[in-house]
C-alpha cells in the first residue's frame, strides 16, 4: 500500500517526443495523447522507466534496485516507488506581446487542483471560468488595445487576479528554483492567460512542434528515396504535472543491509538523494530522440505542506 504522495512538474527545457507507437493522421510519429482531451501526456509507465535510467548513472544499481525493484526477476519484490501520467498544465503558445504566454484552461487547472490536494499541498486558489470566447489574462501587458493576439486568433480579454494568484503559485512551486531560471518564473506569474477550452484544445492540437527528417541510406551517405517523415514534440516550455507515490521498502534482507525503509524515507531519497543526487532540480531525458537534444525536462517536487 502506497502511504506518501508528492506533486511532481515536468518542465521541458527542449522539445519532447513521447512517441504514441502509432499513426493515424499525416504526422509519422505523433507524440502521446489522452484518449479523451487530446492533450499530450507523458505515460508513467515511461516516466518510471526514465526516472530509473537517469538515477543508475548517479546511484549504483542496488540502490536503484531497492526502490524500483529488481530489474530481471521482477517477481522477487515489488519496487515501492510509483509515478502517475504527467498531465499537461501549461502549454506555450506564441503572442503578439512579449512573445510567448503560457496557456491553460479550466479543466487543465481543475485537474491541477486535484492531483495537488490529494498530494496533501496548500491549495489557496480557486479555478477562474472565462465567459465564452473570452480570455482571462493574469497581467494586461500581453494584451494588444484590450484583444490577447495568439497565432493568428484574437480573443477579447480581461485581467482576472485569480488567475494572477494561480499564476503566482505556479511560479512558486512548480517551476526549478534558482537563479537560471529566475527569468521564467517571474515570466510565468505574468504571461499567463486562461482560454476557453475549445480554444486551448485547437493549440494544443495544432501548435505542437513538427519536425520533418530525412532517412539516410547507409551505403550512399544519401537521402533515403521515400525516407521523408515528420515527428511531432511536445514545445519547450510545456509544464507538466504527475504523481509520485512511495510506501514502505519491499525488498529482502539480503538485498539490503538494517531494516527496510518507511515510506517517508523513500520519497525522501528519491527526492533529494541520500549522499548523492536526487531527482529534486534534476535535468532527465524522456522520450526519444535523444541524441538531437530532445526531451529535456528539469523535476520540481512542489513542497510539503508544513504540519502546526
Not at 501526456?41 to 526514465?50: F, N, Q, R, T, V
Not at 529488481?70 to 515489488?78: L, R, T, V
Not at 502549454?91 to 506581446?97: A, G, I, M, N, Q
Request: glycine residues 10%; negative net charge.
Amino acid at each position: 500500500m502506497f502511504e506518501k504522495t508528492r506533486l511532481l512538474f515536468l518542465y521541458a527545457v527542449s522539445p519532447v517526443h513521447m512517441g504514441a507507437g502509432q499513426a493515424i493522421g499525416v504526422i509519422d510519429n505523433p507524440i502521446q495523447r489522452e484518449r479523451h482531451t487530446d492533450h499530450p501526456m507523458i505515460a508513467g509507465s515511461g516516466l518510471k522507466g526514465a526516472l530509473r535510467h537517469h538515477l543508475e548513472g548517479k546511484w549504483n544499481k542496488a540502490e536503484v534496485a531497492r526502490l524500483f525493484g529488481p530489474e530481471s526477476n521482477a517477481s522477487d519484490y515489488a519496487g515501492c516507488v510509483s509515478f502517475g501520467d504527467a498531465q499537461l498544465v501549461a502549454f506555450p503558445v506564441r503572442s503578439l506581446k512579449r512573445g510567448f504566454v503560457w496557456a491553460v484552461s479550466p479543466v487543465t487547472l481543475a485537474r491541477l487542483k486535484r492531483l495537488a490536494v490529494l498530494a496533501g499541498c496548500q491549495i489557496d486558489w480557486s479555478v477562474p471560468q472565462p465567459d465564452a470566447e473570452q480570455a482571462l489574462v493574469a497581467d494586461a501587458g500581453v494584451l494588444n488595445q484590450s484583444r490577447l493576439v495568439l497565432e493568428a486568433f484574437d480573443f477579447a480579454a480581461k485581467e482576472s487576479e485569480a488567475l494572477k494568484t494561480i499564476a503566482k503559485w505556479l511560479a512558486d512551486n512548480a517551476l526549478p528554483t534558482g537563479p537560471a531560471h529566475q527569468h521564467f518564473r517571474s515570466k510565468l506569474g505574468n504571461d499567463f492567460v486562461l482560454l476557453p477550452e475549445e480554444a486551448f484544445s485547437h493549440f494544443v492540437r495544432n501548435a505542437t512542434v513538427v519536425e520533418p527528417h530525412v532517412r539516410i541510406d547507409d551505403e550512399t551517405g544519401t537521402a533515403d528515396e521515400g525516407g521523408l517523415f515528420y515527428t511531432e514534440n511536445l514545445p519547450s516550455e510545456s509544464l507538466l504535472v504527475s504523481t509520485v507515490l512511495a510506501s514502505a521498502e519491499r525488498s529482502p534482507k539480503d538485498k539490503r543491509n538494517g531494516e527496510p525503509m518507511s515510506a517517508d524515507e523513500v520519497m525522501r531519497i528519491l527526492v533529494a538523494g541520500n549522499g548523492k543526487p536526487g531527482l529534486d532540480g534534476a535535468l532527465i531525458q524522456v522520450g526519444g530522440d535523444a541524441t538531437t537534444g530532445r526531451g529535456q525536462v528539469v523535476l520540481r517536487f512542489a513542497p510539503e505542506t508544513k504540519e502546526g
